[in-house]
């Protein structure tokens, strides 16, 4: 099956090469996003197939200061026609596509796992304050380099809310802004500095949802350069909040998870990102 929209895999891989220049110079950090990427008929199949997430034991749900979203573990969770869906997109085409767009010159390996990726969901209310990801997959001891996200809202308005934010390195002020519309597929380097997120509350009506697919991807090794010293190997997300904008509960309870994140050996850092989630 061809799950791309009007396009075969040589188009990819050109269309890789063509988009270059603009995502790896993109502000604030490389990054960009593509509309009617895939095949719709395919992706609302895959849709049909979005499970009520928090029914089953394995589905992780994120209830804390930072985060308020639901998300399936690992690809038990997946019908048939996704599971085709994520094994094409960590297939070597879609590798090979990747590699073209996005200029990372290490190899990209894909994440069989899905660790902290799958089915994401936020309900009415929720969100997912700003943040840099973790470092380093636990299992695969490997180095995450890229985040794609696969948008699955149909007929989704700008005034539900729910744009997902790039910020400035310093976290000064959003540059990018992208409303999570259906068959939009996003992505960006994950590094130290390339910080993002869902971080206003959504305001979707209470019928609704925001609903998405995130696969990473990873390399053995990476420039020294995307990382502060000392922070390569970390485990956990980094929260900041927004200047004037965010909680004091927030703030106090990201000192109290960074400071043990500090202090920590990596057993009690394991225990600690499983305390995030209840």
Sequence with gaps: MNYLNNKTIPELLEFGKEKKEAYVNAKPFPSGYFDDFFDPQMLREVLAE????GKDKTDIK????????????????????????VHFLNSQPFLEFLQNLTGIKETLVPDPYFEGGGFHE???????????DFHKHKQMNLDRRLNILIYLNEDWKEEYGGNFELWEKD???SV???LPIFNRLAMFNTTDYSYHGHPDPLTCPPDRSRRS????????GRPAE???????????????ARKGQDSSK???????????????PPIIIKTIKKFRNT
Excluded at 50 to 53: C, D, G, H, S, V
Excluded at 213 to 220: D, F, P, Q, R
């Design 50 to 53: 979005f499970p009520q997430i």
């Design 62 to 85: 994120y209830e804390n200061p930072n985060e308020l979203k639901l998300a399936t573990k690992g690809e038990y969770r997946f019908g048939d026609k996704t599971l085709a869906f």
């Design 122 to 132: 936020i309900k009415p209310g929720g969100y997912l304050k700003m943040h840099v």
């Design 171 to 173: 976290m000064s002020k």
């Design 176 to 178: 990018t802004k992208i």
């Design 213 to 220: 697919l995130a696969l990473y991807y990873y390399t053995n």
């Design 226 to 240: 995307e990382v502060k010293s000392g922070d390569g190997d970390k485990i956990v997300t980094t929260f900041v």
């Design 250 to 264: 927030m703030k106090f309870f990201n000192g109290f998870v960074n400071l043990a994140v500090d202090l920590c």
